[in-house]
Structures are given as C-alpha cells and as structure tokens.
C-alpha cells in the first residue's frame, strides 16, 4: 500500500508570508499525487494534482507544488498567506501501477493564519 | 451542482443501533468511495466501489457494510454502533481508472454514545 507522510500537524504563518507545507511519499514508482483542503465543517476540495511530466503544478487559490522525484516529495507552497487560506490541508497518493483510483491520505496539516 | 450528496449530516446513535448513511452522485461517476475521519488520523478509506455492481474493502472495514444500490447511490451501514465508529464519514466518487480527480461529500457527523 502506498504511503505518504505530512511533516507537521500544525503550520502558523502571518498574512502575507510564505506558506510552506510539507508531503513524502514512500514508493519506488512515483504515484499519482493530489493537495486537498479541507475548510471547517466542510469536505474536501482538490487544490492540485500532478499526473504528467509537468512537475511544478498550479492550483487554486494561488497555490502550487512541485514533484521531485529524487526527494520523494510534492510539497504545498504559496508566497503570500491570505486569512481566507486557514484551514486543513491533506496531500494524498494514489497508486500508478492500479487500475483503482482510490486515494491514501496523509494525516493532514492545520493552517493558521495570523493577522 | 449537487455534485455528491449524502445524509444525514449529523446522527447520535446507542451503542448497538444500527443505522444507514445514504449518498448519491449526479455526475455519471462509476466509482464511489465511503471514508472517515478521525483527528490526526486523515482520511481511512472504509469500503469503495470501482463500479456499479462491485464492492471491495478498504483499510478500516471491520463493523461496516455497503451496498452499491445503482450507479448513482452508495449507502453504508452500521449494523451495531460501537463508540470506536464516532467520527465523521465522506462519501466521495470520481471517474473509473487511476489519477482522476475524487469529489467529496460535506460530510455525516456521526457520534455513538
């Protein structure tokens, strides 16, 4: 089964700096991999995925990952944290090699945003 | 845009009801997904459905059933409540095949008391 570990439960940034947060998966071939956020009381929504060549990947809401195979990683990045970007962020693999595409979550990352 | 929908958004249950949260999907998606979230623990993926007619377990189906009803609806059961289910259930769906973009419902707040 895939894997995929989140550094850090808990991220506090002030509006307006870079926000950073951190994915690795665990996988000899890279999988498919997703960003969703979760705002309270709500579902989640995907921010971005990587499935090609491409590896730098721009989402919603000013958002953007980079896959870097000799890292393992597709970590989160936006340069400027808006108070509406507080919420909780979950990055997910899904296997390459399956037909399935069920999704593995990490553990998931809370943003705070201070003013 | 109903998109995924799924009731009841919020249930308390005994220790050994049963009861039956129901989700449907208006986008033509063959696969469906039922998971739940606990603090610090992500999203487990209880049970999923790649297509109507087919149902397999995922990493956390122990006191779970499902039923894949039509293409549209997919339902879990509890059959007896237990403390340890208290948490919240996503259904979700997406396309069939790998790398497709999964939706999510809002959510059913379940506690068991």
């Known amino acids: 089964a895939q894997s995929v570990t989140q550094l850090g439960s808990h991220v506090s940034v002030s509006e307006g700096a870079l926000v950073l947060l951190r994915c690795n998966y665990s996988s000899s071939v890279p999988p498919y991999l997703f960003w969703y956020v979760q705002y309270p009381n709500q579902g989640l929504q995907l921010l971005l995925k990587y499935t090609s060549a491409a590896t730098l990947v721009k989402g919603i809401n000013g958002f953007e990952a980079e896959f870097k195979k000799s890292e393992t990683s597709f970590h989160l990045t936006k340069p400027s944290a808006h108070m509406s970007d507080a919420a909780e962020y979950f990055c997910a693999v899904s296997d390459r090699g399956s037909t399935l595409g069920r999704l593995y979550f990490g553990r998931g990352t809370q943003l705070t945003v201070w003013p | 845009n109903a998109g995924v929908t799924q009731t009841p958004k919020f249930q308390v249950l005994k220790t050994g009801q049963s009861m039956t949260l129901q989700c449907a999907q208006d986008?033509?998606?063959?696969?469906m997904y039922w998971y739940r979230q606990d603090p610090g623990m992500g999203l487990r993926l209880i049970y999923y459905?790649?297509?109507?007619?087919?149902?397999d377990k995922g990493e956390v189906p122990n006191g779970y059933n499902v039923s894949r009803l039509n293409k549209r609806e997919f339902s879990l059961r509890l059959e007896s409540a237990a403390p340890s289910q208290t948490s919240v259930y996503f259904c979700?769906?997406?396309?069939?095949?790998?790398?497709?973009?999964?939706?999510f419902g809002e959510g059913s707040w379940l506690t068991v008391v």
């Open positions: 459905s790649a297509s109507e007619g087919t149902t």
């Open positions: 979700a769906s997406s396309e069939q095949g790998n790398g497709n973009t999964i939706y």
């Open positions: 986008m033509n998606h063959n696969s």
